[in-house]
């Protein structure tokens, strides 16, 4: 899931083509990683932390708020309140970029 967190993160930096679903499904690998931090030890959580803070930032500095509400009416029931549900990338070439100011 790290890996796939960190394929994401690539992917909006150069500008994210899939549609919103698809966005929406390539988050849940984060939020996967979160709950997994729940589950795990303290010494494994640190690890986890320590490895998730670098692609963090890499994927906040790609995104913007969503504060469109792009994502927040759109297939989110069920899914968790972590950040990176509240952001959308900045480069914007397929089909989300349909959703994007509106």
Do not use: N
């Not at 890996?3 to 919103?20: D, F, H, M, P």
């Not at 988050?27 to 670098?54: I, N, Y």
């Not at 899914?79 to 349909?98: N, S, T, V, Y």
Request: proline content about 3%; overall charge negative.
């Amino acid at each position: 899931m790290l890996a796939q967190w960190e394929w994401l993160g690539s992917q909006v930096e150069r500008g994210y083509t899939a549609t919103l679903a698809e966005y929406l499904d390539d988050l849940s690998c984060r939020e996967w990683l979160a709950r997994a931090g729940l589950l795990v030890t303290e010494p494994a959580r640190t690890l986890l932390d320590q490895a998730l803070q670098p692609l963090d930032t890499r994927f906040q500095a790609a995104t913007e708020d969503d504060g469109s509400g792009v994502l927040s009416g759109h297939g989110q029931a069920g899914r968790g309140d972590g950040w990176w549900w509240k952001r959308i990338p900045r480069r914007l070439i397929g089909g989300l970029a349909q959703f994007k100011g509106h």
